[in-house]
């Protein structure tokens, strides 16, 4: 437990390393085995979700060689990352609904709620979980960028109300404001939601006899927060646990775990490249300060001249 702690207050790098270091504890050098996965781009979802579901959990610490079929190529690490870039397309396209865009942006995803309209869609946000597990073993950076509260609860981490605003902004509001302001005699909710299914209404309690019982002044902070857990958990569970599965077939969940929230990201997705150039054409100045001030001509070239991290920090 101590080590664990004196992980998780590394920086970053340091933490990176040591995990990596861990990882290759479990590794299968390719001279005694190897997992060969055939790639039909006609079939590329379907192909590659047979080929997984057929692996054991220890095969994934073996070196993957992937083949396109009819090409003739050899996998020196770029049919790797072609294959992970491919699927990863694939699977978060919102129009296969097991994900669909968060609430704030068209760019980060998060489980969709409605997913079941896939009638696998469990076995495949397994595959989904064991694709991004593999993905970070082999140390691929891959484009799925995920939401802040997606990354958390695949750390095992509460979420709160803030969270909330990247998935249901909405929601988020009317919350708000029932926690920030009197209701008594304002707003008439009960603690129970509607749930649409196919044009089907049906009413879901949020605690025993829900619908019977009206959100007042005194408790309200409770309705805020059953509210929030039926939208962030309940609803997803099913989907969030198979997720979950498949990534720790791959990472055992204690390593994963000594990263927080924003380092998961930085593990999955790398460092987005940010555009120097155009923030500082497209930068407007106020007050005493123009393009030519002495602070400003210091200020762009420290961004220009230091490292991508800094450029994200200040992004």
């Known amino acids: 437990m101590e080590l664990q702690q004196d992980i998780c207050a590394l920086p970053f790098e340091k933490k990176k390393e040591w995990f990596y270091g861990q990882l ?37 610490h073996k070196e993957f060689k992937f083949k396109f079929l009819g090409e003739i190529a050899q996998d020196a690490g770029g049919l790797s990352r072609e294959f992970f870039t491919l699927i990863c397309q694939v699977l978060f ?15 980060t995803y998060q489980i969709n709620p409605h997913s079941w309209i896939n009638e696998a869609h469990l076995d495949y946000f397994h595959f989904a979980g064991r694709i ?22 695949l750390l095992d981490v509460s979420v709160d109300l803030e969270d909330l605003a990247f998935v249901d902004q909405q929601m988020y509001n009317s919350l708000q404001w ?18 649409d299914t196919f044009g089907e209404k049906r009413v879901v309690d949020l605690k025993e006899g829900g619908r019977n019982v009206a959100v007042c002044e005194d408790n309200k902070e409770e309705y805020v927060q059953l509210r929030l857990e039926y939208k962030m958990k309940t609803a997803i ?32 997705n790398g460092l987005p490249t940010l555009d120097t ?25 420290t961004v220009c001249n230091e490292s991508v991290c800094l450029s994200v920090c200040l992004s």
């Open 24 to 60: 290759d504890k479990f590794r299968v050098s390719w001279q005694r085995a190897w997992i060969t996965i055939d790639v039909d781009r006609q079939n590329l979802l379907l192909a590659a979700y047979n080929q997984f579901r057929s692996l054991g959990q220890h095969d994934f």
């Open 93 to 107: 396209d919102p129009n296969l609904a097991l994900f669909c865009y968060s609430d704030v942006d068209t760019i």
């Open 132 to 153: 991004i597990g593999k993905a970070i073993f082999d140390k691929q950076i891959i484009q799925c960028a995920l939401s802040r509260p997606l990354y958390k609860q």
């Open 178 to 195: 029932i926690r920030d302001n009197r209701v008594q005699d304002v707003i008439f909710e009960h603690f129970a939601v509607e749930e």
């Open 237 to 268: 569970q099913p989907q969030l646990q198979r997720l979950c599965d498949g990534l720790y077939d791959v990472i055992p969940a204690p390593l994963l775990k000594v990263f927080d929230f924003s380092q998961l990201e930085l593990l999955i």
């Open 277 to 301: 150039a155009d923030w500082k054409a497209n930068t407007t100045y106020a007050g005493d300060f123009t393009a030519k001030h002495p602070v400003v001509l210091w200020f762009w070239e």
